[in-house]
């Protein structure tokens, strides 16, 4: 099993920023990619970023020059930059893990997800 433990999330004003980082553990033998999704009211889930195990990163056009994923391969955590917030940035945003487990079986795990509310 790997467990996903996301923090960050909150309310925040226009144009102000947030980090969101989450933390990956369990039987993970390598991590092949990180990233984040977001859902909104009403919307679909939309992929946000992902960056792979080399450092290859993917951002939504909605958020490119705004947003930046990173990560810390030793103890796989990965992070969520959110620059100039916008209102229809608000959504539920999950963490996201690829890799092999200890048994070199393939997974993908999500997680629970934190709320992000940008408002005035």
């Known amino acids: 099993q790997v467990q996903l433990a996301e923090s960050g999330g909150g309310l925040v004003q226009p144009g102000g920023s947030l980090r969101l980082s989450c933390a990956a553990s369990?039987?993970?033998?390598?991590?092949?990619?990180m990233g984040w999704n977001r859902q909104a009211p009403g919307k679909q889930r939309e992929l946000v970023a992902l960056?792979?195990?080399?450092?290859?990163?993917d951002y939504a056009d909605s958020v490119k020059g705004r947003f930046t994923i990173s990560k810390d391969n030793t103890k796989n955590l990965v992070y969520l930059q959110m620059n100039s917030l916008k209102p229809e940035d608000t959504a539920v945003y999950s963490c996201?893990?690829?890799?092999?487990?200890?048994?070199?079986?393939?997974?993908?795990?999500w997680g629970q997800g934190t709320q992000v509310t940008v408002s005035s």
């Open positions: 996201y893990v690829r890799g092999k487990h200890l048994d070199q079986r393939d997974f993908s795990s």
């Open positions: 369990g039987s993970i033998f390598s991590v092949r990619a």
């Open positions: 960056i792979s195990s080399g450092g290859t990163t």
